[in-house]
Every structure is written in C-alpha cells, then in structure tokens.
C-alpha cells in the first residue's frame, strides 16, 4: 500500500526566502510521485510529478522537487518564495494502477 | 478545451437529506475518481470509476454513499440521508487513461457540501 507523510502542517518563510517543503513517500513498486498546489476554495493544480525519469523535477511556478530513492523522500523546493505562493501544498503518490494517494497537506504562509 | 467541470460549488442540505454532486470530466477522458477534502486533512480517495464501470470503491463508506459513471453525462457522486459528518469538499478528477500510461489527472474546483 502506498502512504504520504507530509512533515509540518505549517510552514513560514519571508518573502524571497528558500522554500523547503518536506515529503517522504512509502510504497511497495517503484512510485509516481506529485506535487499538487491548492489556493483557497479552488482545486487542484499539478505542479509537478516525478515518473522514473529524471531525479530532479522542475515544475511551474520555480517549483522543483527531487526524488531520492534512499531516503524515500520527494521533497519541494523554490529558492526564492513569493507572496503568490501562499497556498496549500499536498504531495501524492501513486502505484500506477488507479488513485492517487494524498498527503495531508502543508500550508505555506509568506512573511513580508 | 474546458477543465473538470463541478456542480454545484456549493449545496447546502438538512439532514436526512439526499445529495447529488455531478463531475463532468474533460473532454475525451474516461476515467473519473472522487476525492473528498475534510477541514484540516488532505484529499481522501474514495472511488475511481471508467465509463459505466467502478474499478476501486475501496474508499466509499459502505452505506448511504455510492457513485455512477454512465456511458451519456456526469459522473454522480450520491449521498443519502446525509448527516452533519458529510460536510466536506468534494473533488473530482479525471484522466485520459489510467495513471499507469503517465496520463496527468485533472482536478475540479469541488463541491462544498454543508449539512445543518
């Protein structure tokens, strides 16, 4: 069965500060693994997904994550946050057959 | 091209109540899966389902809620006799193919279901 854990359900940082958005993953076969962006009472939007090519990620918005098999992680990182950031962040995954399992989310708050 | 369409974005009902929320996914996408959203919590699956068939309901509750995909129109997400513990934002999304032929899945902009 796959699993997300999504550490800090809040995370801070001031405007032009690195973003670090942590993610660890378990799954049973090699995974998909995704970033989703939520912005208040709106859905979903990917920003980026990892699919068994390259390690590292980059996706919209300067958003890049990199997949390390070793430590199980798929970590999100921008190295410069800006106040349209703020938003909900979920990382997922998915054993490929059918759903896409969520993280319980971290909201990114943007300090002026 | 337009995205995963919901509706409504926001129903109200009583309790006891019947809800119906609709999901018309993307044109040319057969796949549909409904996620629901509780205040705090991430997205939870609860059913993925293919033109008239439900492939995974793993994650629906095994009473009051159940879910269709027929070959003409939405995709209806149907709640009976709701209770105040219903109240949630639902999600759906769909795909063009499964997920195992790295096809991205679209989110809706939900229903946010309130029971008073």
């Known amino acids: 069965a796959q699993s997300v854990t999504q550490l800090g359900s809040h995370v801070s940082v001031s405007e032009g500060a690195l973003v670090l958005l942590r993610c660890n993953y378990s799954?049973?076969?090699?995974?998909?693994l995704f970033w989703y962006v939520q912005y208040p009472n709106q859905g979903l939007q990917l920003l980026l997904k990892?699919?068994?090519?390259?390690?590292l990620v980059k996706g919209i918005n300067g958003f890049e994550a990199e997949f390390k098999k070793s430590e199980t992680s798929f970590h999100l990182t921008k190295p410069s946050a800006h106040m349209s950031d703020a938003a909900e962040y979920f990382c997922?995954?998915?054993?490929?057959?059918?759903?896409?399992?969520f993280g319980k989310g971290t909201r990114l708050h943007i300090l002026p | 091209n337009a995205g995963v369409m919901q509706n409504p974005r926001h129903l109200v009902r009583r309790r006891g109540q019947e809800a119906r929320l609709r999901c018309s996914p993307m044109k040319g996408h057969s796949h549909v899966y409904w996620y629901r959203q509780l205040p705090e919590e991430g997205l939870k699956f609860m059913v993925y389902l293919q033109k008239e068939n439900i492939i995974d309901e793993s994650g629906m509750p095994k009473e009051r809620f159940s879910a269709e995909f027929p070959k003409e129109g939405p995709s209806i997400l149907r709640i009976q006799q709701v209770v105040r513990g219903d109240s949630a934002a639902y999600f759906c999304?769909?795909?063009?193919?499964?997920?195992?032929?790295?096809?991205?899945?679209?989110f809706g902009q939900g229903t946010r279901l309130t029971v008073v």
């Open positions: 799954s049973s076969v090699p995974p998909y």
């Open positions: 999304a769909s795909s063009r193919d499964t997920l195992e032929l790295n096809t991205e899945a679209f």
């Open positions: 997922a995954v998915s054993d490929r057959n059918d759903k896409i399992i």
């Open positions: 990892y699919t068994s090519a390259a390690t």
